[in-house]
């Protein structure tokens, strides 16, 4: 696939994130009964919890270690020269 394309349908999965976003905010917004309210509340708090107890695996656990092993001997790249390059990639993000 080229670039152009996979740059499209990147954007359009990110549009299609957000706009599912705000239709759901638009929804909630129509509820006025406190049970599905708190039922919703619920289900966030619990999905945040579970997302923020995920354990790495151990090809992720041993990614990261290589990752931080070749920083400490200098061979990363610095961040100014990655961000510029996902700018100049992905001009459809804003990286702020």
Known sequence: MSKKIVNFVESLVI????Q????????????YNLDIIEK????LKEEKARQDNL???DNIKEAI????????EGKGIPHEQVMKKMKKKYRH???D
């Open 15 to 18: 549009m299609n994130i957000e």
């Open 20 to 31: 599912r976003k705000y239709q759901f905010i638009e929804e909630y917004m129509k509820i």
């Open 40 to 43: 919703l509340e619920q289900l």
């Open 55 to 57: 354990e790495l695996d």
């Open 65 to 72: 270690d290589k990752g931080i092993k070749s920083l400490d």
């Open 93 to 95: 993000l804003k990286f």
